[in-house]
């Protein structure tokens, strides 16, 4: 099946291959969101979310927040029940 320029194709194609929900995620990356299987177009409201998310970490606001994280040490703390049980 031929998907070049034919969004109707490439969805079915997805739809085929991963299921049904994989294809629907493909227009809208937010979770119960419309979209139009019969005339499939990406979601502009999932465009901005992504440009917003990849955009995020430039942010000197975010980076100072997140900072003193990144500089603690990380450890690991397990515990173990030492009765044999």
Same mark, same amino acid.
């Given at each position: 099946? *031929?998907? !070049?320029?034919? +969004?109707?194709?490439?969805? /079915?194609?997805?739809?085929? %291959? @991963?299921?049904?929900?994989?294809?629907?995620? %493909?227009? =809208?990356?937010?979770?119960? *969101?419309?979209?139009?299987? =019969?005339?499939?177009?990406? =979601?502009? #409201? %999932?465009? @901005? &979310?992504? &440009? &917003?998310? /990849?955009?995020? %970490?430039?942010? +000197?606001?975010?980076?100072?927040? !997140?900072?003193?994280? &990144?500089? *603690? +040490?990380? #450890?690991?703390?397990?515990?173990?029940? =030492?009765?044999?049980?």
């Amino acid at each position: 099946m *031929e998907a !070049i320029n034919s +969004p109707q194709a490439g969805l /079915k194609m997805i739809e085929d %291959s @991963v299921g049904f929900e994989v294809a629907r995620i %493909s227009l =809208s990356l937010i979770p119960g *969101e419309p979209v139009d299987l =019969s005339n499939p177009r990406p =979601s502009l #409201t %999932s465009d @901005v &979310m992504l &440009m &917003m998310l /990849k955009g995020l %970490s430039e942010q +000197p606001g975010y980076r100072d927040d !997140i900072r003193p994280q &990144m500089d *603690e +040490p990380r #450890t690991s703390q397990h515990q173990h029940d =030492s009765s044999g049980a």
